[in-house]
């Protein structure tokens, strides 16, 4: 079955990086488009950055020039290179590989906390 696992969240301080990883597994990786998305607590979940299979990006407005998604085919793996933190990026960032409506699926999820 499909599988998309994250890891690489914790708490960091303002102005700290993370990186978050999420290795797929049951999918051909290298046709999805890959993404990262967060929930901040009473919030709607909402796009952070996406890749897609032919390399082009695409990056929530408030991320941009801070946060950086890459891919990995070999590896089926997809990360984000989050530098410049701020308490607002506190969410639970969730992975999303898409192909159709019918092939969406999603992590469960990792916690970023950013404070002092």
């Known amino acids: 079955q499909v599988q998309l696992v994250e890891s690489g969240g914790g708490l960091v301080q303002p102005g700290g990086s993370l990186r978050l990883s999420c290795a797929a597994s049951?999918?051909?990786?290298?046709?999805?488009?890959m993404g990262w998305y967060r929930q901040a607590p009473g919030k709607e979940r909402e796009l952070v950055a996406t890749?897609?299979?032919?390399?082009?990006?695409n990056y929530a407005d408030s991320v941009k020039g801070r946060f950086t998604i890459s891919r990995d085919n070999a590896k089926n793996t997809v990360y984000l290179q989050m530098n410049s933190l701020k308490p607002e990026d506190t969410a639970v960032y969730y992975c999303?590989?898409?192909?159709?409506?019918?092939?969406?699926?999603w992590g469960q999820g990792t916690q970023v906390t950013v404070s002092s």
């Open positions: 890749k897609t299979k032919t390399g082009s990006t």
């Open positions: 049951g999918i051909m990786f290298s046709i999805y488009t």
């Open positions: 999303r590989a898409w192909l159709s409506v019918s092939a969406n699926y």
